[in-house]
Structure formats: C-alpha cells, structure tokens
C-alpha cells in the first residue's frame, strides 16, 4: 500500500484533530480501496490527515479503517507509485499529487 497526508513529511504526523468514524466489522481492504490511517493504539476508525491506498488484492488488514473512496481511473499510476518503496517500505523518491478528482455518488 501506499501512505500519504502527512503534512511533516515524517511519516508520523497529523492534522492536531482527530476524527470518528464508524467502521463496517465486515469491510476489506482491496485493490484501489482508499481509507484514513492510524495509530495502532488508537480506536477503530479514529483518522487525521493520513491516508493510504491499497496496491495489493487484499491488504488483510483487520476493519479498523474508515474507508472514504476508491480509485476509479489512474490505478495504473496508484501501482507504479507504489513499487517506489524499498524493502524497508520507504519510499526510493517524492511523489506529488499535483491533481485529483472526487466524485460523490
């Protein structure tokens, strides 16, 4: 998967708010999913800023995710950014989202 929304840059810093969501006990985490990320100490569906998308069939995480989306065009770029990372699962390089579209359906 692919992380990103931190505005330090770090890898650990958020928003300084924090939001709840409520999260289905039967969701999945597929190919081209899109949900916040958290810490592993905070509650299920607890978000800030970070986010992540999911580059692999299945991300087998457990449903503590709020998921907000999926990726419906340019999953193509989703993949190429994400064998980026090295075996340490940094990433090798910057990538800048310079534009998204959101639909709401």
């Known amino acids: 998967m692919i992380q990103g929304g931190d505005p330090t840059g770090s890898g650990t810093g958020g928003p300084g708010y924090e939001t709840h969501d409520t999260v289905s006990a039967n969701a999945k985490y597929t190919h081209g999913f899109v949900a916040m990320a958290k810490t592993a100490t905070e509650p299920a569906g607890?978000?800030?800023?970070?986010?992540?998308?999911?580059?692999?069939?299945?991300?087998?995480?457990?449903?503590?995710?709020?998921?907000?989306?999926?990726?419906?065009?340019?999953?193509?770029?989703?993949?190429r950014i994400g064998k980026l990372g090295n075996a340490s699962e940094r990433p090798t390089r910057a990538v800048v989202i310079s534009k998204a579209k959101v639909e709401t359906s």
């Open 46 to 79: 607890t978000a800030g800023s970070q986010f992540f998308v999911v580059t692999s069939s299945d991300a087998g995480l457990t449903p503590d995710y709020a998921i907000v989306g999926k990726v419906t065009s340019g999953l193509d770029v989703v993949d």
